[in-house]
């Protein structure tokens, strides 16, 4: 059993600011069944040739590839083609399903595309409007030291984090901003509980509840 209004909780932030940790450590404190959904879940589902994990692969070019990034030693970045565009508008399209359905969801970070984020901030604002879904837009920042010292870490592609940090924030208006710098991951995930429990009461205390 969920609330008649599901949560939708989207984690934005660069590579290796601690989205997916976070994420686990709300769906285990929630009372609700939160699904994952977000870009790992997102590139799991791409055909290899259409990847940037395989080398050779025929059609990078149209999905998603690495990019070293001109003038700046060791950073990267992913680069979406017109079929990689067309899979970001789906993923978006299948979280408002989700909502529409009545299953809350996390959004387990998003690509750094403007156009795939604007859409799909459009279309969460529109549900969290007509009363259909409450909506959370939380962004992740850190520096780049810290950045690039989770990257080692964790070994995430290199270079991506200091791409990211060059970049507008994916969301234009989000309803939280955590600085993660300093911070261990019960202490990133307390700030954001608290957040949560205040407008989504359902969250801690069960469907029961409402929301």
């Not at 969301?171 to 307390?190: E, W």
């Amino acid at each position: 059993m969920t609330p008649s209004k599901p949560l939708c909780l989207v984690i934005n932030g660069p590579s290796a600011a601690g989205k997916s940790t976070l994420t686990t450590a709300i769906q285990d404190r929630a009372e609700i069944a939160l699904l994952r959904f977000g870009l790992d879940e997102l590139f799991r589902m791409v055909p290899d040739h259409w990847g940037g994990g395989l080398p050779g692969a025929r059609h990078s070019d149209r999905g998603f590839r690495y990019e070293d990034v001109e003038g700046r030693e060791g950073v990267r970045r992913i680069r979406s083609g017109p079929d990689g565009l067309l899979m970001l508008r789906a993923m978006n399209a299948a979280v408002v399903a989700m909502l529409q359905a009545g299953q809350g969801v996390i959004v387990d970070g998003q690509a750094f595309e403007p156009e795939a984020n604007q859409d799909l901030e459009a279309r969460l604002r529109e549900l969290d409007g007509h009363g259909a879904a409450v909506v959370e837009i939380v962004e992740l920042r850190s520096t780049d030291g810290e950045l690039e010292d989770r990257q080692r870490r964790h070994r995430h592609p290199a270079g991506l984090s200091l791409f990211h940090s060059t970049q507008p924030p994916q969301s234009a208006s989000p309803d939280l901003v955590i600085d993660t710098t300093g911070l261990d991951a019960t202490q990133v995930a307390d700030r954001l509980w608290d957040r949560l429990v205040a407008v989504y009461p359902a969250i801690a205390t069960g469907p029961t509840s409402g929301a």
